[in-house]
């Protein structure tokens, strides 16, 4: 029996079936409170259809943004304007969770408060690392990601208030949950990762619990003030973005956080594997591996087709299967792929900024 179309029952909601919208940035917002508008809730509406969409990463704070044109989830304008997204994707009776971001050091002078420096695990430079800030000339544009700053306990202690406020937030909202965005080396990540975090107090290098501790801290936090139902949390193991290195007992710390995670009894855990972006993939068995530390509902992202995912789902690999890429030509994917309908592709140049063209203007597909 086909699975990828079956419903499925996550955390507190229900979904009409195992397609998830994987989160996607898209820099379209031009306003300048950094607020979801009209053209978000337009675009995450025609793709309510999936039994589950994740938003684009939402920066829980100034210091969170890492690039221009993304919505942020900690003022007011910005709930009120994530409200539109919510009530159209629920007019339409599709679910919701909004993706919870702090960028960590892939960040920008120029993006930061009082135009000071982006902070992270330690005072080290993501080499060779960009982001999308103001340039020298005062334009819009890449730039090389500015020296961070090591945390101190109490910038750590405001990050941890800072994701629970986003999430508090995101529930005023009106969304069906949060997803903590722990993967492609982002502040999660870069405490996670041994080979960055040699910190020498209890958030460090040491041991395999203390370059947990932020996450799992914040994923309490989090349950603790909106409900574990309605908090999951995406990590990319073995990921290499944001110049994350190899380093010992990679694989025991994946599977730590798996069996830590697996205790909170979550909606859901939602695997990154990067390959389809240019990076390596997460190793040959390490799903199976994860599959049976972490028992909770999995969501897995990264080059799936229809074909792919049913033969997942069959091998019960995981729950969800997640599409990226596929999303931003296809509104209507649940639909194309249940009839067998053609596929239409994006151009690369659409995926970042701009307007509405290539981005609330692909059509659902016509039967002639
Ligand atoms: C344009 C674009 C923006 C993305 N933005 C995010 C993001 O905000 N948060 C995140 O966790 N992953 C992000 N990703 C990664 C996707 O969620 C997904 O994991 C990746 O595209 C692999 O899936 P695919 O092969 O189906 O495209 C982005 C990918 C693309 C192509």
Redesign the pocket.
């Known amino acids: 029996m086909n699975k990828l179309f079956s419903p499925f029952k996550l955390g507190d909601i229900e979904l009409a079936n195992r397609v998830a919208m994987?989160?996607?940035?898209?820099a379209r917002i031009t306003n300048t409170q950094d607020a979801a508008d009209d053209d978000t809730a337009l675009y995450y509406a025609q793709r309510a259809s999936a039994g589950l969409l994740i938003t684009?990463?939402s920066q829980i704070s100034r210091q969170g943004q890492g690039f221009l044109f993304t919505p942020g989830i900690y003022s007011k304008s910005q709930v009120e304007g994530w409200k539109k997204t919510t009530q159209a994707v629920h007019d339409k009776n599709g679910k919701i969770f909004i993706?919870l971001?702090h960028v960590g050091r892939m960040s920008h002078t120029s993006l930061q408060p009082d135009g000071g420096a982006p902070v992270s695990s330690v005072a080290k430079s993501a080499v060779n690392g960009h982001c999308f800030a103001i340039d020298e000339q005062g334009n819009p544009g890449r730039v090389a990601v500015s020296e961070p700053e090591e945390l101190t306990l109490e910038g750590i202690e405001q990050i941890k208030q800072d994701f629970v406020q986003a999430a508090k937030n995101a529930m005023e909202a009106g969304f069906d949950g949060i997803e903590i965005?722990g993967?492609?080396g982002y502040l999660l990540e870069q405490f996670i990762n041994a080979s960055l975090n040699t910190r020498q107090d209890i958030y460090g290098g040491q041991t395999i619990e203390n370059r947990a501790r932020l996450t799992l801290e914040i994923v309490d936090a989090i349950v603790a003030a909106i409900g574990s139902g309605k908090t999951a949390i995406?990590l990319a193991p073995f990921g290499r973005f944001g110049d994350m290195h190899p380093f010992e007992q990679e694989e025991e710390t994946w599977l730590y956080i798996a069996g830590e995670l697996s205790k909170r009894n979550l909606a859901y855990v939602h695997l990154?594997?990067?390959k389809?972006?240019g990076a390596q993939a997460i190793p040959d068995g390490f799903i199976e591996k994860f599959r049976t530390t972490y028992q909770g509902p999995l969501i897995i992202?990264?080059?799936?087709d229809k074909e792919k995912a049913e033969q997942y789902l069959q091998e019960d690999k995981l729950d969800l299967v997640?599409?990226?890429?596929?999303y931003?030509p296809n509104p209507d994917l649940v639909e194309r792929m249940q009839n067998d309908w053609p596929l239409a592709e994006a151009d690369r140049e659409v995926?970042?900024g701009g307007d509405q063209r290539g981005y609330t203007d692909f059509p659902s597909y016509e039967v002639n």
């Open positions: 994987a989160p996607m940035t898209r684009e990463g993706q971001w965005h993967a492609n995406r990154s594997d990067q389809t972006l992202a990264g080059g799936f997640a599409f990226g890429q596929p931003i995926y970042y």
